[in-house]
């Protein structure tokens, strides 16, 4: 199933502000712990440095990274919960995710997060918490915010470095199948040259680093 570019409750949003993305935490909830989480900062930093370039696409949409002129591709923009649950259902359903993760058959929740600034996401029920305002700011409601919380829903277990090697493979594959092979090599070479581990392709071990 692929994931149509465009949505009828969705909405082009300007003048998003780059912030972290969650918690930090997977497996929130009674009974569970935080997990040791190393490389968060340098994630956030990146995936900010991602977003703002993704925000100036309209008026720069070529961009050139690591010796390579890329056009960007288009970056989803939701106006509602409705039309995100409609984005997670399907991208879950997607063959490709399907065959990578096992945890894509487990469906997801969709909420909404009052008075919070952050998206999350909590394996304990599967939920994904989106503020659809923070600062008059719909800041959240853009595909790769999305994508980063499925990307910790899709984490084979709960016990995993929450944006360690294998998170950040998943994220970068995700962002290349679904938004586009400009994306995840956007993502994948602003990840490396902030010092962040980038974990096999496809595959939830073996750390590799940008020589």
Not at 27 to 41: E, K, M
Not at 72 to 98: I, K, N, W
Request: hydrophobic content about 40%; proline content about 6%.
């Amino acid at each position: 199933m692929e994931v149509a570019r465009s949505d009828a409750d969705g909405s082009q949003l300007g003048g998003v502000e780059a912030r972290g993305v969650d918690t930090g935490v997977i497996g929130s909830g009674p009974g569970t712990r935080a997990l040791r989480d190393r490389q968060r900062a340098k994630v956030y930093e990146a995936e900010n440095l991602v977003h703002r370039i993704f925000d100036r696409s309209a008026e720069f949409p070529v961009v050139e990274v690591a010796g390579s002129r890329l056009t960007l591709p288009v970056e989803r923009h939701f106006a509602t919960l409705e039309s995100v649950q409609r984005y997670v259902d399907a991208v879950l359903a997607m063959p490709t995710v399907g065959a990578c993760w096992p945890r894509a058959a487990v469906p997801v929740a969709v909420r909404e997060r009052s008075g919070q600034q952050q998206a999350d996401y909590q394996r304990l029920g599967a939920v994904l918490a989106v503020p659809l305002y923070a600062g008059n700011r719909a800041w959240a409601l853009r595909e790769l915010v999305i994508l980063h919380e499925l990307a910790h829903h899709l984490a084979d277990t709960a016990d995993e470095e929450p944006h360690g090697p294998a998170f950040t493979a998943r994220l970068i594959a995700l962002a290349s199948d679904v938004v586009g092979e400009e994306a995840g090599f956007l993502l994948r070479t602003t990840l490396w040259d902030n010092g962040v581990q980038v974990g096999s392709p496809r595959s939830p071990n073996g750390p590799t680093m940008h020589p």
